[in-house]
């Protein structure tokens, strides 16, 4: 059960200050505690054991007669005060406060509208997404920031100053490697084997109920409002790992040609029986140069490099970075 501890109240009349959330009357000056009256709690309320009065913050908010202004408990059918019949008078509001009720008079932290949501973290909502959030618009800033540099382009006449070019050709080899992995392939020689945690998994064994705000019952008396969470433990998930060996294709060496010419040519290989030829790569750049003395590369492919002399004047489009393409050969 919600705990419910005993407000305060002061009075805007004659500045009386402390009195107790049951008094329904300023005992500095006589006046009747208002309509609209601020309940604050102090930090050394104690929890209310008698049932009694417990019931009896909890029957539910004051209400305001419509004649004197006083204020009157839930169940009262008359005005304690001047016996006016109860018809339809206004009651004080209840709130509910996210984290700790007010502590004086003069603090005013926002009522929550609603329930309140479990585990709350700061006094605004939103505050738990702040950080994720400036990080986001850090991370946006900079690939906008990035885009634009890389877009933003500009044209340029290249004069072709010189060529080069590359070729490798990759040389495997049929080795025994010893790998480590929970399925093994079939054409694999397992050498050892032990159980071992493959993953962790979370799983709910209960959950806690926590004080996680307080609810002003619009009477003098504050209720605990209790939020819960669940509790999870971790639990290793284990499964049979494998060392194992297996024959497999590992690139030993790779070979190059390169010049500074248009006379491209493939390096020769020499294998062994335990070796193959792996993946080819080549390369083919375009070396220029602006009449602002900037120098340029364009890698294109073998068919339009060979198209080209030293000499010739190709548009070139420039990005924020420095680099170029040649128009047309994107």
Not at 52 to 70: L, P, R, T
Not at 126 to 143: H, S, T
Not at 170 to 190: F, I, K, M, N
Not at 263 to 292: K, M, N
């Amino acid at each position: 059960m919600a705990a419910v501890r005993e407000g305060r109240w002061d009075c805007q009349r004659c500045g009386s200050t402390g009195l107790f959330g049951r008094d329904k009357i300023c005992h500095g000056c006589g006046s009747p505690r208002p309509e609209g009256v601020k309940f604050y709690m102090t930090d050394d309320a104690p929890v209310i054991t008698d049932q009694k009065v417990v019931e009896q913050a909890k029957a539910g908010a004051d209400w305001i007669c419509q004649y004197c202004g006083a204020s009157n408990p839930a169940l009262a059918d008359k005005c304690q005060q001047c016996e006016a019949p109860k018809g339809q008078a206004r009651t004080q509001g209840v709130k509910e406060y996210k984290g700790a009720a007010p502590k004086d008079g003069k603090e005013t932290p926002a009522p929550a509208a609603q329930a309140l949501a479990a585990a709350p973290t700061s006094s605004a909502p939103w505050a738990k997404y702040a950080i994720p959030l400036g990080i986001g618009a850090f991370v946006l800033f900079c690939c906008f920031a990035m885009s634009f540099v890389f877009f933003n382009t500009s044209q340029t006449t290249g004069t072709v100053e010189s060529f080069s070019w590359e070729r490798t050709i990759e040389v495997e080899e049929l080795q025994t490697v010893e790998e480590t992995g929970w399925d093994v392939p079939s054409d694999a020689r397992v050498i050892h084997e032990e159980e071992a945690v493959r993953s962790t998994e979370q799983t709910q064994v209960g959950e806690r109920t926590y004080v996680c705000g307080q609810r002003d019952l619009g009477n003098g008396f504050f209720e605990d409002v209790e939020c819960t969470e669940p509790i999870y433990e971790s639990e290793e998930v284990y499964d049979t790992q494998y060392t194992y060996e297996v024959e497999k294709w590992v690139e030993v060496e790779t070979e190059r040609a390169s010049g500074n010419n248009q006379d491209p040519y493939w390096p020769e290989i020499f294998l062994t029986d335990e070796q193959r030829e792996g993946d080819r790569a080549e390369t083919y750049t375009v070396h220029l140069e602006d009449e602002s003395g900037e120098d340029y590369e364009v890698n294109v492919s073998l068919g339009r490099w060979d198209d080209f002399d030293v000499g010739d004047e190709l548009t070139l489009e420039v990005n924020g970075f420095g680099a170029a393409e040649l128009v047309g050969e994107k």
